[in-house]
């Protein structure tokens, strides 16, 4: 993970706990499993919707784009304001747009793959075959050993 992303937890502690995830070469921001910020190179781009689209249109924060068969495709996430990384109170403010964006989307949360749950999927081994039968091996005997 990268330090940026790592920074990510101490930004948004007033907000709650995030979960980062590698994702499509960047990583997905996680609060109660569902995701409310993408991080593409060191550029934060938070969860937004109608609703919240006015916040990022009076700083004329711009959407994620990505180009896919020559054409440039918008995504639902906005470029977070510079604030946020300045104050706590803010970062919560836009983590909490950012959620209620998600929640409004009406995707289910991802689950969240616990250490133990990530050990016991580990450990699930395949079915075993079954032991092969043991057959007999006669002794040869040659003229020679037997004189």
């Not at 550029?43 to 919707?49: C, F, G, I, R, V």
């Not at 964006?101 to 395949?126: D, I, N, Y």
């Amino acid at each position: 993970m990268s330090a940026f992303v790592d920074s990510l937890h101490e930004i948004f502690e007033r907000f709650g706990r995030i979960t980062p995830r590698r994702m499509f070469g960047g990583h997905g921001i996680f609060h109660e499993g569902r995701m409310i910020a993408l991080v593409t190179g060191d550029t934060l781009y938070l969860k937004s919707d109608a609703e919240s689209a006015p916040y990022f249109d009076r700083q004329n924060l711009p959407p994620f784009t990505y180009v896919r068969q020559g054409k440039s495709m918008p995504m639902s996430y906005r470029q977070a304001p510079a604030d946020l990384f300045e104050d706590r109170e803010e970062a919560a403010l836009w983590g909490r747009r950012a959620y209620e964006s998600a929640l409004r989307s009406g995707q289910p949360p991802k689950p969240r793959k616990t250490p133990a749950a990530k050990k016991a999927a580990a450990q699930k081994t395949p079915a075993r075959k079954a032991p092969a039968k043991k057959t007999a091996v006669k002794k040869k005997t040659t003229k020679a050993a037997s004189r």
